[in-house]
Structures are given as C-alpha cells and as structure tokens.
T-cell receptor
C-alpha cells in the first residue's frame, strides 16, 4: 500500500505571497490532518478534514486554510506569508476512527524569505 | 491550558542500556496516549498506543507505561542500539485532536 505523499517537498517563497501544499492520503483513509513543525514550537495541530469537512481546528490565524476533495486528497493554503511561517508542514492520514494511528507524510519544507 | 512536557531536549545513552523517556501532561485526562519516532527530515512514525485503562504496553524492545494519577507516561527502549537514535514524540488525544509534545532527542552511543 502506498504511503502518504506530499508535494512539493521543498518550497521557497517571499513575504506576502501565498502558497498551496498538497497531501495524498493512504488509499481508503478518509481523515487528513495538517501540522506545522518548528524547532521552537514542535509539532502543532492546524486542522483535520474528514469526508470533505473540517472536523477539528487548531489555534492558527485565518491565513491558514484547507480543503479536502472527494478522493480524500487535501490541500492546505497559507495566504500573506510571514517569515514565521517558515516550517516543516506535515500531513497525516488515518481512517478517522477514535484512537486510530496517524500515518505521516515526509512533509513540505517551506522557507519564507 | 493543556501542557505536554517531555523530559529533556537530548538524552545520551550507552549502547545496550535501557533508555527511558518521560512525557508529563497537565490539565487533562486523555483517553489514550501515543508514542512516535521521528528521524531527521522525515515525518513521525507511530510506535505504540496505550489507553487510559492500561498500565503497560509492550512491543519487542519497547515498553510504555501510563500513570493517569501522576499524569505521566514512560517510554523504555531496552537493549538500545545506535539505530534507535531519533527524536521520540508523545501525543495525547485532547478533545478529538491529537496534541504532540516537543519531543526528546535520543542518542545511543556505540
């Protein structure tokens, strides 16, 4: 079974730009969660999508948004990029059940200049 | 607010010894707790899940304990090997979200 894939793997943007990251979950998984990882803050929960609906949301500003398609693929968008948005963005897929294991992708390394 | 603390930023252990990592939390009673391993440049990989009514869970050389009174989980790697060097993250279920600690970097010295 293919794992979680994320594209692109690396991205360099400048302040004020916007960016879209993509995540393809494991086949059959209906839940996709997004996380931001930085050395100072660790792994922080952004949001979770399940069957095309946002099911949970973390404490990030509205510049961070996402969506999920009918094939469970998900995209995350960050508008008006700030230097502090530089991070590793990870997505994780699961079947969506309580206590279910999350399978992480390799991440997208975003650098904002 | 909910706080998850992992015992130190880096832990050096001699090969063959048991490595013990700590995860403490406050202000919540999670239904379960998970441990993940993360290697540099990669996403976390799930290792073990322990539920609130379980005291201990084992998988090969790994052992996890969960003390809901102390609000603490201990993660043990016995007969440690250099290949066990990585960052280990604990994660708690909090209100249908999975919240991660910042992780402990473990170095197994040959």
């Amino acid at each position: 079974k293919a794992g979680v894939t994320q594209t692109p793997r690396y991205l360099i943007k400048t302040r004020g730009q916007q960016v879209t990251l993509s995540c393809s979950p494991i086949s059959g998984h209906r839940s996709v969660s997004w996380y931001q990882q930085t050395p100072g803050q660790g792994l922080q929960f952004l949001f979770e999508y399940f069957s095309e609906t946002q099911r949970n949301k973390g404490n990030f500003p509205g510049r961070f948004s996402g969506r999920q398609f009918s094939n469970s693929r998900s995209e995350m968008n960050v508008s008006t990029l700030e230097l502090g948005d530089s991070a590793l963005y990870l997505c994780a897929s699961s079947t969506g059940g309580f206590g279910d294991t999350q399978y992480f992708g390799p991440g997208t390394r975003l650098t904002v200049l | 607010s909910q706080k998850i603390e992992q015992n130190s930023e880096a832990l050096n252990i001699q090969e063959g010894k048991t490595a013990t990592l700590t995860c403490n939390y406050t202000n919540y009673s999670p239904a379960y707790l998970q441990w993940y391993r993360q290697d540099p440049g990669r996403g976390p990989v799930f290792l073990l899940l322990i539920r609130e009514n379980e005291k201990e869970k084992r998988k090969e050389r790994l052992k996890v304990t969960f003390d809901t009174t102390l609000k603490q989980s201990l993660f043990h790697i016995t007969a440690s090997q250099p290949a066990d060097s990585a960052t280990y993250l604990c994660a708690l279920e909090i209100g249908d979200k999975i919240i991660f600690g910042k992780g402990t970097r473990l170095h197994i010295l040959p």
